[in-house]
């Protein structure tokens, strides 16, 4: 465990640690294990789009159990109602007043599968929470102490009995991220561990030890948006932004929230990479995770098949980098 005296310039060997601790088990997907931590330490929540057995949920569960937070997980359906995932209060005869029972949302890490199965309802007093990090239960607030982040996950390729999130929601959402299958390398890897016993999950889990803990996750993100970034690369995410309102292709484009993602989490990135500075890669790699669910294309170029993807591309290809 993490001592007192633990700084913001140890948090790129922790990161490090994390990340060869989780290397045992978890094969591939590291782009999605560093975009959990950028989230973490900026405060913000992930929506990931991927088929089943990827690997989300063992990739969340181990990193909660090794940034020594808890983790809670929800499988969406159609009857599932706000309180399933917020609370309920509950009249206890016995003395003769009401017990608040939690939902699984009051953790560090919440893990919730398939959101766009909860029915619409659920879905707004879900992200309202997220988003307020609070919880109203009968008339009565609760807060959700930090650190607190969501990883929700879509499959996008079943849509029957399903519920698309609307744009505001998804706005709410600092980053997305889509994830595919292993590639060739990746899956040879998987077949050998299993063949030789190294893919004991319950093993494995058994054995993680934390190497931080949700006070210093709370201190490092406070010590994160310290981080310097020059006014040219402030002025270089406005650019980019902007540009997303403007392209020929988009009927609405990205929001404020947006470049305050931009910043927040390029900060996080510099950190994780053991910088105090914010350098203009930072922004172009992690622009795609927090563009590409805010734009809105044009109906003529939904059926030329242009893609969110392509007109971020474009974007990030135009606007000149300091």
């Known amino acids: 465990m993490i001592e007192d005296t633990l700084n913001l310039a140890d948090l790129g060997e922790l990161y490090q640690a994390i ?108 992200i309202e929470a997220m988003s307020e990090r609070q919880a109203t239960i009968d008339g009565i607030t609760i807060p959700i102490e930090p650190p607190f982040t969501v990883i929700a996950t879509q499959n996008p390729f079943e849509f029957e009995g399903t519920f698309p999130l609307i744009e505001a929601q998804k706005d709410r959402f600092m980053f997305s991220m889509s994830i595919s299958q292993l590639d060739y390398e990746d899956e040879l890897e998987i077949i050998r561990r299993e063949n030789s016993g190294k893919l004991d999950w319950e093993l494995y889990f058994e054995n993680l030890d934390p190497v931080m803990n949700g006070q210093y996750i709370s201190r490092f993100a406070d010590e994160v948006q310290k981080i310097y970034i020059d006014d040219k690369l402030l002025s ?52 795609p995770k927090i563009l590409h669910h805010r734009i809105i294309l044009e109906k003529e170029a939904e059926l030329s098949e242009i893609t969110p993807s392509r007109v971020v591309s474009e974007i990030l290809d135009k606007v000149e980098v300091p």
Not at 92 to 117: A, M, Q, V
Not at 237 to 265: K, Q, Y
Request: a positive charge.
């Open 19 to 126: 990340l060869e601790s989780m290397g045992n088990f978890i094969v591939g997907n590291e782009r999605l294990i560093e975009l959990c931590m950028i989230g973490l330490l900026s405060r913000g929540h992930l929506l990931i789009e991927g088929t089943p057995g990827t690997g989300k949920t063992s990739i969340v569960k181990a990193l909660a159990r090794l940034a020594g937070c808890t983790f809670s997980r929800f499988q969406c359906g159609v009857d599932s109602q706000p309180a399933d995932i917020i609370g309920v209060r509950i009249f206890d005869p016995g003395s003769r007043d009401f017990t608040l029972k939690k939902g699984p949302i009051f953790t560090n890490f919440l893990l919730i599968d398939e959101i766009n199965r909860l029915p619409p309802k659920t879905q707004g007093a879900f």
């Open 236 to 287: 270089y995410i406005r650019d980019i932004i902007l540009a997303t309102r403007t392209h020929g292709d988009v009927r609405f484009g990205a929001s404020s929230r947006a470049s305050i993602a931009l910043v927040r989490g390029s900060k996080a990135i510099a950190a994780l990479q053991k910088r105090n500075y914010v350098i203009p890669d930072d922004i172009k790699w992690l622009a």
